[in-house]
């Protein structure tokens, strides 16, 4: 009983808390060269094999801006509805850590490329465990800013040593700010999900936290309800995924709130989540934005974003979850709930579309690609883009189903041989003998057979035992081997019984 009563009392003290969380999302850019050099961005290459004297930061070396990143930048911007400005500049961020061949970042101060905006969440971007409890639906997240910058170089530590790869250094990264408008962990989850798929939709990032070109910071406080300004935050570093995000974020909150109710209070700091041990550990005390001694980059000029720039930007600009999702609903008649799955990866709502166009079916082909389709994809860790199977496979895989060739289950199962090789829907089918048996004429002569060797059972069910019918049905495919029609099979056995 008493620890039903602790647990109680936990409960009720954080429930008499406010947590207030605002991210910084880095976002590596799918630019084929770096910010400032013509260096290229390859994940996965021998280490320091792709870096030149700018990126090194030698003496003498001039950067020059990357237009490609540019473009990206303004592009996410208009996505998140952001006021994009007519002149920005680059900026030195100084400060010394053995990852900075410059000793200075080139990045972005007070004039930032975008600014305001917001990202919605939505309730399939929820943890699965929360997707019922949603404190505040349909919420927006504003953002502060988005601007734009070089990326540092990676630090590897082995057990007596560190090594440095500056393959990294000089990657194009944006910096995503938001308002400290999150509230809860899981909220902080949705946030990043939803803005990993608008950033996927968008073609500027693969967002891939595993590779490192999206990576996250936290910054958390906690107040009591009715108090009006916000106590002292603590940075969280070190979060790799999306789901460590939110369990550091989670320890955070119940660390702060213990520090608060024990009168200790919170300092203004960094820390580090350590997955091991599962809690955050102090890295240093939190530095404030003069300390890096930021003055305009010397070598770079101001940057006028001129409204052509804009509009071509504009142009380009791809349909996202929200307005597909409702498109969906709207052209082919789907729930809510299956529109937005297929809208959760940009692969499966372009897979789904290319198959309900060739099938002329939407609803089986919707059928089709969360049921069969994401069973395969999942157990073998694939997106729809990666699938052996294309979406004309499964188009002509529907069309054989409707039109009588194969049954259901068969149908099951050529797919899941079409995922595995490749192989197209008729090679599957004959190499099966599924081939089904659609004739009248020969699937009465099975009829006939079974009725004479059933003889009894006929007649019991013409006296009225009318639950016979299904094993007349089994008889008949079993004859068959599997292969007559059950629609023939069934109309046969109802007009001669």
Known sequence: ???????????????????????????????????????????????????????????????????????????????????????????????????????????????????????????????????????????????????????????????????????????????????????????????????????????????????????????????????????????????NSVRFMQKAIEFEIERQIKAHESGEGVSQETRLWDEKKNETRLMRSKEDAHDYRYFPEPDLQPLAVTDEFIEAAKREMPELPDSMRERFIEDYQLGFADASQLVSERALAEYFETTSRHSLNPRLSANW?????????????????????????????????????????????VFAEMFATGKPVAQVIAEKGFEQVSDAGEIEKIVDQVFADNEAQVTAFRGGNEKLFGFFVGQVMKASHGKANPKVVNELLRSKL
Not at 216 to 227: L, M, P, T, W, Y
Not at 391 to 406: M, N, Q, R
Request: charged share 20%.
């Open 369 to 413: 690609v969360l049921g069969e389709l994401m069973r395969e994809l999942n157990a073998s860790g694939k997106s729809a883009s990666e699938s052996l199977a294309t979406a004309e496979d499964l188009a002509e895989l529907i069309k054989t189903i409707e039109a009588g060739t194969i049954n259901n289950n068969q149908a099951k199962e």
């Open 1 to 239: 009983m008493s620890i039903c009563v602790d647990s109680w009392l936990i409960f009720a003290v954080a429930m008499s808390y406010i947590a207030s969380i605002g991210l910084e999302v880095h976002v590596q850019l799918k630019t084929r060269s770096k910010m400032f050099c013509a260096s290229p961005v390859e994940f996965g290459a021998e280490p320091n094999t792709h870096t030149c004297p700018v990126c090194l930061g030698l003496p003498g070396a001039l950067p020059v801006m990357n237009h490609e990143a540019l473009r990206m930048t303004v592009l996410t911007g208009l996505m998140l509805g952001c006021e994009i400005a007519p002149t920005c500049k680059f900026d030195r961020k100084n400060y010394f850590y053995p990852d900075m061949p410059k000793n200075y970042q080139i990045s972005q101060y007070d004039m930032p490329l975008c600014t305001n905006g917001s990202v919605p969440l939505h309730d399939l971007a929820y943890p699965k465990d929360a997707q019922k409890t949603i404190a505040s639906p349909d919420k927006e997240v504003h953002l502060v800013r988005i601007h734009l910058e070089e990326d540092v170089a990676k630090s590897f530590h082995f057990e007596k040593s560190t090594g440095i790869d500056f393959n990294r250094a000089g990657t194009p990264l944006m910096e995503i700010v938001t308002q400290p408008e999150l509230n809860s962990p899981e909220e902080a989850f949705a946030f990043l999900t939803s803005l990993k798929l608008i950033l996927i939709y968008g073609a500027v990032s693969d967002a891939d936290m595993e590779k490192g070109n999206l990576r996250c910071e936290a910054n958390v406080s906690v107040r009591k309800v009715g108090e009006t300004g916000f106590n002292n935050k603590v940075e969280l570093k070190n979060l």
